[in-house]
């Protein structure tokens, strides 16, 4: 039905068209055919005037003689001539054949012939009226009037008629036939084409209008996003992204799909207690957190670094266990390093060589050969696990983190089917930089083995594709954010990842805010009146630390009066400890630390409280509730959870954010106080601000800050990421069967 009211959109307007260019084109071309013989007639009567002129000039002197009758009724016997009469000069009629008309007089004859056509009627029909002037070799004659027969112009006219309604008849069919056929295949093509764009096939379709229904894809799917989020905003926080919503996901987009993840830090490690018990720590970890419902959902595998005291203790024989404990969802796969090997790969080449690297910290990277044997021994160890838990040819590989850098090409050689997943956690340098690295070409190459490669940020895919533009052959088409290298393509886009918002079930077993003030002032000996400033990081060279410290410093000398009315409270987990640059940098953190406190300390206690020892989740919690400000002051960081689990844990909608510049959070996040760590006094204005910030432009900044890391949370990352994936192996597939199909 739809198809034949289409076509009749078509052959409607067609017919009418048709049918007026008949009706307007015949008594045109009637008036034309008319034209054209009637100037050929008179050419005609030109030529009969001609070759009558010398019999007429002998003639004409005995108007009444029989010669001249003989000579035009011999002339007359001619079928087309009609009549003939020979007038004087002075236009008298001399003689005529006996059907010339009685009415017509000479002087008549040349008013008719003065006109276009021509045209006199008479009782036989139509008839060609043309005066001709007779001139012999002795002078002018006279003048001859000829009545030329029309009725074979009427015959022929009527004949041309039907030929051109005949021609534009069939005409008109082949072009009606022409359109059904057309729009028969346009309609099957379009209806195709569509369907294919709702199934995300246009662009592999044989044949298929992808170019003309490229616009209608790109407005679809951006309405079905406009959708979606208002579906979802119209659900309420029910329908925020959670570990449920990310395992519906993986049952609508990738069900079936076996998902292998591939992490230097293992989810769960077994320790031995003091009592010979074995214990079961999770550790404290965003990636840990996002991760896990997908293996979990999945049934899938995750391989790891056995690094805790009973980790051999509960492997099976091929080194496995499941977990989570006592509900067995997923295999933990645990591979073993020596202290040579962990040596090497993990204190040397990543964090001596890559960590410094790409965070361009001011601290000198060192590349030892030894450390990069080790690094790309542990690579393939790793990948040749992927392979072994691999239960078919195209498994999803999730592989997270600097780590891993060679483990995605190592993976595609053995599994080139395998969709592989690589996360690089911290921020890329550019080219410049990078270049120091002597294997700066195997690390790119590595990389590129991925399907989908991502990073925080857009301003690190820009710098990883333009190390790539410098240092390898590669196809790079920034528009689409894809590389091909060696017949393979990598899609480079951004995830900025983030935490688990917490639960209503978990803030309602929080302690009020003014309970944890009482306990952090309590257990740190902190006055009442005093305002709180936290900082929770990493003993790490790359948060910003001591230029945080210096920050304090200057701003307790710009303002004097905060002075016995402020502490602030730094924890510093130590980290890598067996690294001189950490080493030395924490013994210059205590010493900072210690000048600041005999500098401004009073009666009351230190100014600076460092608590440089691990602290579990409840207790930094607590010190997020407890506070008046949150620094989080990193040098470089690829993103930075600290300070949105500070805007998590607000729900009072009061304290205030001083973020770095150079975090990739201070994207998400521009109602913080974005400061530059490099430039004390910035940051010291900052936090002399937030310190007097009112409650109202807290209560704001905190509610814009706690919607944006509520809805861009840490499952929202995995999400969109594990989206994209199933895109691409839904291309694929299709590809595939196109393939064999055009082979078939």
Not at 301 to 319: E, F, K, L, N
Request: proline share 6%; with cysteine.
């Amino acid at each position: 039905m739809n198809t034949l009211y289409l076509q009749m959109r078509f052959l409607v307007p067609l017919v009418l068209i048709l049918g007026l260019a008949a009706y307007l084109a015949v008594p045109l071309m009637d008036r034309l055919t008319l034209r054209w013989f009637s100037r050929d007639l008179t050419l005609r009567g030109n030529l009969v005037a001609s070759a009558l002129a010398e019999s007429l000039a002998e003639t004409v002197p005995d108007p009444r003689g029989r010669k001249l009758t003989a000579i035009l009724n011999r002339t007359l016997e001619d079928e087309r001539l009609v009549a003939i009469g020979v007038c004087t000069r002075e236009m008298k009629l001399l003689q005529s054949t006996s059907n010339f008309p009685k009415q017509l007089d000479c002087e008549g004859a040349a008013r008719i012939a003065a006109e276009p056509d021509h045209l006199m009627r008479i009782e036989g029909g139509p008839v060609h009226v043309g005066v001709y002037d007779v001139t012999a070799e002795s002078g002018p004659v006279g003048r001859m009037v000829l009545l030329q027969d029309l009725s074979f112009i009427e015959r022929r006219s009527k004949d041309t008629r039907q030929y051109l309604i005949a021609l534009i008849a069939s005409l008109g069919g082949v072009i009606a036939l022409v359109t059904v056929i057309v729009a028969q295949l346009s309609w099957r093509g379009w209806l195709a084409g569509t369907r294919a764009i709702l199934r995300g096939e246009a662009l592999l379709l044989p044949g298929s209008p992808s170019r003309e229904l490229a616009p209608l894809a790109a407005e679809l799917r951006s309405r079905l996003r406009d959708l979606e989020d208002e579906y979802r905003r119209a659900q309420g926080p029910e329908a925020d992204w959670n570990p449920a919503r990310l395992q519906a996901l993986l049952r609508s987009q990738l069900s079936g799909d076996q998902v292998i993840v591939v992490s230097n830090r293992e989810p769960y490690i077994h320790q031995k207690a003091a009592n010979g018990e074995i214990v079961v720590q999770r550790p404290a970890s965003g990636l840990v957190t996002a991760v896990e419902p997908v293996v979990r959902a999945c049934s899938g595998t995750w391989i790891a670094h056995g690094s805790g005291s009973a980790d051999r203790d509960t492997v099976d024989s091929h080194d496995r266990v499941p977990l989570p404990p006592g509900h067995a969802e997923y295999l933990l796969r645990r591979l073993w390093l020596t202290r040579e090997e962990e040596q090497g790969y993990y204190y040397g080449f990543a964090n001596e060589g890559l960590w410094p690297l790409c965070h361009v910290a001011h601290v000198r990277p060192v590349f030892r050969e030894s450390d990069w044997q080790q690094y790309r021994a542990i690579n393939q160890r790793f990948a040749d696990a992927v392979v072994a838990e691999a239960r078919g040819p195209d498994p999803i590989v999730l592989v997270q983190d600097y780590h891993f850098a060679l483990l995605p090409a190592m993976v595609r050689e053995k599994l080139p089917r395998a969709t592989i997943l690589t996360f690089w956690h911290i921020p890329w340098p550019n080219p410049e930089s990078f270049g120091i690295c002597p294997w700066r070409r195997e690390i790119l190459q590595g990389l590129l083995g991925s399907t989908i490669l991502g990073f925080h940020t857009r301003f690190h895919c820009k710098n990883f594709m333009e190390t790539v533009d410098r240092y390898l052959e590669a196809r790079i088409e920034h528009e689409h954010s894809a590389i091909s290298f060696q017949g393979s393509d990598t899609f480079v886009e951004s995830y900025p990842i983030s935490i688990a918002w917490p639960t209503e079930e978990e803030q309602r077993g929080w302690p009020s805010v003014q309970e944890c003030r009482q306990n952090v002032r309590a257990r740190l000996a902190i006055p009442a009146h005093h305002r709180i400033a936290v900082g929770v990081d990493r003993f790490d060279y790359t948060k910003g630390i001591l230029e945080r410290l210096h920050a304090v410093e200057r701003m307790l000398e710009k303002h004097p009066h905060w002075l016995g009315k402020f502490t602030f409270v730094q924890v510093a987990a130590p980290t890598r400890a067996e690294l001189d640059e950490y080493r030395a940098f924490q013994d210059r953190i205590r010493q900072v630390t210690q000048r600041i406190n005999e500098r401004f300390g009073t009666p009351d206690g230190p100014v600076v409280r460092l608590l440089a020892q691990h602290h579990g989740h409840a207790q930094v919690n607590e010190l997020y509730r407890a506070c008046d400000t949150c620094l989080v002051t990193s040098l470089h960081d690829g993103m930075n959870l600290v300070c949105k689990e500070f805007v998590a844990a607000r729900d009072d909608e009061q304290g205030v954010l001083i973020l770095s510049r150079f975090a990739g959070a201070a994207r998400e996040m521009p109602e913080a106080l974005v400061v530059n760590p490099y430039h004390v006094e910035e940051t010291a204005d900052a936090l002399e601000r937030a310190l007097s910030m009112p409650p109202g432009e807290q209560r704001e900044r905190m509610a814009a800050l706690r919607t944006t890391v509520r809805e861009f949370n840490v499952f929202r990352w995995a999400g969109r990421m594990l989206s994209d994936a199933a895109r691409w192996r839904l291309r694929e597939r299709i590809a595939e069967r196109v393939q064999r199909h055009r082979a078939a």
